[in-house]
């Protein structure tokens, strides 16, 4: 089974599958990649209903949004993986849905600690885009050390207070992050900043850069010098077409590809490689220095 559909309610998770089933059917050492959308989806909710859109193995035809995470990743392709749809109430004020991706993030949580109690040896990925990225943060805050092995954040709408708290847990503390972020995301992160509160006064958002927390790696795909590194590593990735666009972290030609290998068996090789390439970017171009780390909110 190469996708499972799990939506959750504020306090729990539910799925029609036989989780545990395609649990136990995966061989040593697997890897389970939990898929978490954001802000205006819902499970249920016709037109919005993220398991007929991004979480689809066959996305509905008619938005230009609705590109196929699963199939993507190759979730589809090989039995050895299993792919976790995750569905969220997530549509409402931003305000609201912000608050209620903390009790997403908690529900998450408890569902990461059911994997891994049924099959502590299988490796357990996130990969989220905006509001997501605060659950999935959330959610890696509460699970046991070990419970989370790699973490991929596209556009994500949250402070860097919590993702810090979240990379000093006991599981943030081993997990690695790739922290895809551009500056075309900027109204966005404005709109973010000015509806949800920070947790202390000029917190700054997790597009702005972490500032060399362990296990995390900044990659801006607006920067020209960032797709230079990327190139440099045998991965082209187009410049934006436009300015302003939320969704380009996932609609970009080539990421995808590069997701792949960090949510693969040497996804933390990867990681290296790619924090290093930048920091020689950097290196070869001072002046670059912010655009290479993060946009500037």
């Not at 900043?193 to 000029?202: E, G, H, K, S």
């Amino acid at each position: 089974m190469a996708l499972v559909s799990i939506n959750a309610s504020e306090t729990a998770w539910h799925s029609d599958a036989p989780l545990m089933t395609a649990l136990m059917a995966l061989p040593a050492s697997a890897a389970v990649t939990i898929m978490i959308h954001g802000f205006r989806f819902a499970p249920g909710v016709p037109g919005h209903d993220p398991h007929d859109h991004i979480l689809s193995l066959r996305p509905v035809s008619d938005c230009w949004k609705a590109v196929s995470w699963p199939r993507h990743l190759h979730l589809d392709r090989t039995p050895a993986d299993l792919g976790i749809a995750f569905g969220w109430p997530a549509r409402g004020s931003l305000a609201q849905v912000a608050r209620r991706a903390f009790a997403a993030g908690r529900v998450l949580a408890d569902l990461i600690g059911h994997i891994r109690a049924t099959r502590p040896d299988l490796n357990v990925h996130l990969f989220a885009h905006s509001l997501g990225a605060r659950a999935a943060l959330s959610a890696l805050g509460l699970v046991g050390a070990g419970d989370v092995s790699r973490i991929i954040l596209l556009s994500g709408a949250e402070y860097q207070g919590h993702a810090r708290g979240a990379m000093a847990s006991p599981a943030g503390r081993s997990a690695r992050v790739l922290n895809v972020t551009s500056g075309e995301n900027a109204p966005f992160d404005w709109a973010f900043r000015i509806c949800v509160l920070a947790p202390t006064y000029a917190d700054p958002l997790v597009s702005a850069g972490d500032g060399g927390l362990s296990g995390w790696t900044d990659l801006r795909i607006d920067c020209p010098d960032a797709r230079a590194a990327l190139l440099g590593l045998g991965r082209r990735i187009p410049p934006p077409k436009g300015r302003i666009c939320h969704w380009s972290s996932y609609l970009r030609p080539g990421l995808f590809g590069l997701y792949r290998a960090v949510l693969g068996p040497t996804g933390s090789d990867v990681l290296d490689q790619l924090a290093g390439a930048l920091a020689a970017q950097r290196r070869q171009d001072p002046a670059q220095h912010d655009c290479l780390r993060a946009s500037p909110l």
